[in-house]
T-cell receptor, first 113, second 116 residues
């Protein structure tokens, strides 16, 4: 069975500081990995995805993530955050392209001025 | 272009009432997913359609939950005899899973169901 663990439920950070949101997964088969962002009262928006190829993937809004198969991790990073990045971030896995997503519990990123 | 839309956005139901939640996917998207997101939790998979066929309903929590997509477009999630534990945001997502496509699931804004 697949599962996703987001190690931090809340991450407070000051504006323009770097941030890393951690995600670990467990699966006995190959997986596809995703990060979604959810702003208040809105649906989820895809930030980036890893399907195959380069383990460093770049997404929207300056975010990037690195797939580490040996550590079963897919941590999300941004070198300099903005107030507008304040939102809930979800890591998700799927074992089939186009298949259902298994989500982590979410990490609330709070950017302070 | 139009994204995934859901209605109603908010629904308050008394315990024991039946509710119906609607999802309008992006036009042409063959795959449609329903997820349940409890307060402070990540979304959890409920069911999946490919066109009108319900290929996976393993996430439906009880036989009070029923979903349909009769013409392969609009989908309805029905909950019978609602219970307080059904209170959650119900998210719908659609995708066009084809080679060369991103396989991205596009999410609607959700329906927040509160059972009193």
């Amino acid at each position: 069975a697949q599962s996703v663990t987001q190690l931090d439920s809340q991450v407070p950070v000051f504006e323009e500081a770097p941030v890393e949101l951690r995600c670990n997964y467990s699966s006995s088969v190959s997986v596809y990995l995703f990060w979604y962002v959810q702003y208040p009262n809105q649906g989820l928006q895809l930030l980036l995805k890893y399907l195959s190829g380069s383990t460093l993937v770049k997404g929207i809004n300056g975010f990037e993530a690195e797939f580490n198969k040996s550590q079963t991790s897919f941590h999300l990073r941004k070198p300099s955050v903005h107030i507008s990045d304040t939102a809930e971030y979800f890591c998700a896995v799927s074992h089939a392209l186009g298949g259902k997503l298994i989500f982590g519990q979410g990490t609330e990123l709070s950017v302070k001025p | 272009g139009a994204g995934v839309s859901q209605s109603p956005r908010y629904k308050v139901a008394k315990r024991g009432q039946d509710v119906a939640l609607r999802c309008d996917p992006i036009s042409g998207h063959v795959s449609l997913f329903w997820y349940q997101q409890a307060l402070g939790q990540g979304p959890e998979f409920l069911t999946y359609f490919q066109n009108e066929a319900q290929l996976d309903k393993s996430g439906l929590p009880s036989d009070r939950f029923f979903a349909e997509r009769p013409e392969g477009s609009v989908s309805t999630l029905k909950i019978q005899r609602t219970q307080q534990e059904d209170s959650a945001v119900y998210l719908c997502a659609s995708s066009l899973p084809r080679r060369g496509n991103s396989y991205e699931q596009y999410f609607g804004p959700g329906t927040r169901l509160t059972v009193t």
